[in-house]
């Protein structure tokens, strides 16, 4: 997993709290997840405040899935991209399980 920062100083606490946050990702599936990336940013702005961006990418069975989310707090940001991510992931799961099984959306 790699965690970078743009625009701010990353420190260990919020590295810590991306890392298990985006490293609960791997127990969604039994194949690894085999890169998981995530970008924080702080867009300094003199009318709106500092906004947090988060942008989160994981690639599992060959195919990458991004998700990327603004916020005030940088915490908030990354719970709720990491719920993104979650969601595309599971999502893809059950159509792989959906289609091993045979079913094809048909009923």
């Known amino acids: 997993m790699i965690v970078t920062a743009k625009d701010f100083k990353l420190t260990p606490s919020i590295t810590e709290y991306a890392n298990q946050k985006f490293g609960a990702l791997e127990r969604l599936s039994r194949q690894p997840i085999t890169d998981i990336k995530v970008m924080l940013d702080v867009d300094h ?17 060959g195919r990458t899935y991004k998700a990327g989310e603004k916020a005030t707090e940088m915490h908030e940001a990354i719970d709720i991209c990491v719920e993104k991510l979650e969601r595309q992931l599971r999502d893809a799961k059950e159509r792989l399980i959906s289609k091993r099984a045979g079913h094809h959306g048909l009923t």
């Open 45 to 61: 702005n003199q009318r709106h405040g500092n906004v947090c961006r988060v942008e989160g990418s994981a690639v599992w069975r």
